[in-house]
């Protein structure tokens, strides 16, 4: 009985945070651990994939990460974000890019044939900062383990429990149809926004975020419907962000674009 009212405590306590948007989410997992296992993750990652050698894109991709993450701290600055962020350029085909805990951000070289501009590519990055400003991979860790998340918080399950596997899928990796499914789609959107408000704040061109999605269309062909997808549909997430482009273009307005060309 005891540990049913501690338990409902904690979750009454857990339900009161918020995102930088304001939404209400529930994420347990502590910080200290979710660093960790972004930072074994994302060891392992470059252990396993080669790490691009083209001096020239490394430099574009350093630079526009640099200029979004400073941006992110101007924009969100109450919200907790790693001091230092690792930047990789994998050697990968596929235009893709991810953001795990405690700060680290992969980027394929594919990305670059996709988003074909700085700006574009700002928009990627900021859409990955933003999952993490938001707390993203915790809070779809916390909805996968359900109540074991709650007994790591108050120290009744053991770490070890919670490996790399569990990290991966909670950032999208073997989502299925279900509760999760819409939630997952909650995130995407949510950092499509803040993420579109980060790269304005750097300077970068926002209505570029409008194009890149429609480069990202013509690059994935036939889409699956929207409801079998964790992320929105192209024509729905297009749609989004052009509501939102003014006040974008409002935060940029005397920001000096970064020279990352």
């Known amino acids: 009985m005891r540990l049913v009212l501690l338990l409902s405590a904690l979750l009454a306590l857990a339900g009161c ?30 252990e396993r994939q ?25 924009h969100y600055p109450g919200v907790a974000m790693p001091q230092d ?44 900062v933003a999952h993490v400003l938001a707390d993203h991979g915790n809070e779809r860790l916390t909805q996968q383990l359900g109540i074991k998340a709650v007994l790591l918080v108050v120290g009744l399950f053991s770490e070890g429990e919670v490996g790399q596997a569990s990290l991966l899928q909670a950032l999208g990796i073997g989502a299925r149809l279900g509760i999760a499914l819409p939630f997952s789609r909650t995130h995407e959107e949510e950092a499509d926004l803040m993420g579109l408000e980060i790269m304005a704040e750097a300077g970068f061109d926002a209505r570029q975020s409008v194009s890149l999605w429609r480069n990202m269309a013509k690059a994935g062909g036939e889409q699956s419907p929207e409801f079998l997808s964790t992320h929105p549909a192209h024509d729905s997430r297009i749609e989004a962000l052009q509501g939102h482009l003014e006040t974008a273009r409002r935060l940029g307005r005397d920001a000096a674009p970064p020279a990352c060309g």
């Open 17 to 46: 945070e918020k995102t930088p948007t304001g939404r209400t989410q529930l994420a347990l997992v502590p910080d200290a651990l979710m660093a960790r296992l972004g930072a074994d993750t994302f060891g392992e990652m470059r």
């Open 50 to 74: 080669p790490v691009t050698q083209d001096a020239s894109l490394n430099r574009q991709v350093q630079c526009v990460a640099r200029a979004v993450v400073a941006a992110a701290r101007r």
């Open 85 to 128: 962020w690792e930047v990789v350029v994998f050697d990968d085909p596929s235009p893709n890019a991810f953001a795990l805990p405690g700060g680290r951000i992969g980027v394929n070289a594919g990305l670059l044939g996709v988003a074909e501009s700085p700006s574009q590519l700002a928009a990627v990055i900021g859409h990955e």
